[in-house]
Nanobody
């Protein structure tokens, strides 16, 4: 069992920056990768960025070069640094953790989400 708590969302002007945090607790040793997804009104949830336990990262094309995902293992926390924010980045951002269970079964856990609004 993994619990995820997001924080850091809020209102920011276009071109501004924001840092999201996701603190994980529970069976942390089972986590293979963590990531950030977002869902804007009327749109599907999409992967924004992900990072594996080994440190490999990947990003959606729409945020590449602007967002950076990182982790602090000591704090069991993953961050999403968002720079050069655009109005189209407005969405609820969800933290995700992929865990490896017995028999190789993968189970995803989700945070409750944090609102990011980019507007003047």
């Amino acid at each position: 069992q993994v619990q995820l708590v997001e924080s850091g969302g809020g209102l920011v002007q276009p071109g501004g920056s924001l840092r999201l945090s996701c603190a994980a607790s529970g069976s942390i040793f089972r986590i293979n990768a963590m990531g950030w997804y977002r869902q804007a009104p009327g749109k599907q949830r999409e992967l924004v960025a992900a990072i594996t336990s080994g440190g490999s990262t990947n990003y959606a094309d729409s945020v590449k070069g602007r967002f950076t995902i990182s982790r602090d293992n000591a704090k069991n926390t993953v961050y999403l640094q968002m720079n050069s924010l655009k109005p189209e980045d407005t969405a609820v951002y969800y933290c995700n953790a992929e865990t490896a269970q017995a028999m190789g079964v993968l189970i995803d856990y989700w945070g409750q989400g944090t609102q990011v609004t980019v507007s003047s």
